[in-house]
């Protein structure tokens, strides 16, 4: 390893301290082969121009200058990236907070070995500090590069919300006798649920909720496809034939196999049809969990049997019909309410384990409609209720329920609907 360079700086005649100060220290130089280079400054050199100090460390010898001096020079240190031994006249306190884990103030009257030690200490640090400012340069720039691109990230995830927001219904249909609700409250920047409320023809109105498998931009991506994949209706020269329930799954699910690439990815589903005549509900579902008929503070699971989509070929839907009578309330939900109303006083682990409390929430739900609430109110309740819990500002899992209950009054306009954030 070559002698380092030392930079001896003096308020004034700096070659007059070399004799009388340096040549004791590098007398007793404690590293062989021998002591350091040395260069030769004034105070007011190294202060206007700080690019003059190189080497390995300074020793500024003090006469009389001020505090502020000695903490400019001390600055100008830290700009170089060096250290320094500053030596003040015997007996003089150093300048208050001038001590620094680089600056190290010693009197000028130490013992020479001492002051030897010290700058030779302080030059075997220089390598491993130059190295250190040398891999936090590159680390800052790294960083500059790590944030512009999450903020590029950033941006098309914000797009990508907002493409899937453009295939959510704007507004739910106005159905003479019927009300509909929804709460969709995705758990990241986009959802791996999907919803949608149809008219299909001048007396049925088709309705659906899917849950791509998995989060983030491969399940919304997946749950877009869905959304557009679904077949409710088809035209045929003149006629148009509502697809039943069964019969659409089954399609869309052979579709989403038949595009399936080396990495197959599945959704559960639930679709129906309700009848505004008679307000029979046709169902049909594809491991989605059941939809909830509540009346009266009971609760019937309707219980639809189907495999995943995008997994077996040939897969059969079963359908499942029934009247939904006045004072009843239909909900279709996605799995993600299983974990959003946690044990009270659950841990973190705890709180993502599957409970049963949302369905008291979904009865709360249908009572106030029940009551004669607006469906919006009744929504928005359960949206305070989730707001409630801890841990709601980052929940596990998407969230997604439509809600469908008979009503008297007929002829509203169709309602936007309002999306969490």
């Not at 590293?31 to 007011?44: A, D, R």
Request: aromatic residues 6%; proline residues 8%; glycine residues 8%.
């Amino acid at each position: 390893m070559p002698n380092p360079t030392i930079t001896l700086v003096a308020e004034s005649a700096p070659e007059r301290w070399q004799a009388i100060w340096w040549r004791a220290v590098a007398d007793h130089w404690p590293i062989e082969p021998g002591s350091p280079t040395l260069q030769l400054l004034t105070l007011e050199e190294a202060l206007r121009e700080p690019g003059r100090m190189h080497g390995a460390a300074a020793a500024l010898i003090v006469e009389d200058a001020d505090a502020r001096t000695l903490h400019a020079f001390a600055d100008a240190l830290h700009q170089r990236g060096l250290a320094g031994l500053f030596l003040s006249p015997p007996g003089v306190a150093p300048a208050p907070g001038l001590a620094s884990d680089a600056v190290v103030t010693l009197p000028r009257d130490a013992e020479p070995a001492v002051a030897g030690a010290i700058l030779a200490t302080l030059a075997q640090r220089q390598p491993a500090f130059e190295s250190m400012l040398q891999e936090v340069g590159f680390a800052r720039r790294f960083q500059s590069g790590i944030r512009g691109e999450m903020d590029r990230v950033h941006e098309e995830l914000q797009l990508a919300a907002q493409v899937q927001r453009d295939f959510l219904p704007k507004e739910l249909p106005s159905v003479p006798g019927l009300d509909f609700g929804a709460l969709f409250r995705p758990c990241g920047y986009v959802s791996g649920d999907i919803y949608d409320v149809v008219r299909l023809d001048e007396r049925r109105v088709g309705f659906f909720i899917a849950d791509a498998i998995g989060h983030g931009v491969p399940a919304a991506l997946m749950t877009m496809v869905i959304a557009r994949t679904l077949p409710m209706k088809e035209t045929s020269g003149e006629t148009t034939r509502v697809v039943p329930p069964g019969e659409a799954l089954f399609r869309l699910n052979e579709e989403l196999i038949r595009r399936q690439g080396e990495s197959p990815r599945f959704a559960s589903a639930v679709y129906g049809v309700i009848d505004q005549r008679d307000l029979r509900v046709t169902i049909a579902s594809a491991g989605h969990p059941w939809p909830l008929r509540m009346r009266d503070g009971d609760i019937e699971k309707i219980e639809t049997d189907g495999g995943l989509l995008g997994i077996f070929p040939g897969e059969q839907y079963p359908e499942v019909s029934f009247e939904l009578r006045p004072g009843e309330t239909l909900i279709l939900h996605s799995d993600g309410f299983e974990t959003a109303f946690p044990e009270p006083g659950a841990d973190h682990y705890g709180r993502r384990l599957p409970t049963s409390h949302y369905v008291r929430h979904f009865t709360d739900l249908a009572a106030l409609v029940r009551g004669g609430a607006v469906m919006d109110e009744a929504i928005d309740r359960l949206g305070r209720a989730l707001d409630a819990q801890i841990g709601s500002l980052h929940q596990h899992d998407d969230l997604t329920a439509l809600a469908i209950t008979p009503r008297k009054a007929a002829g509203e306009l169709a309602r936007p609907v309002r999306h969490a954030a």
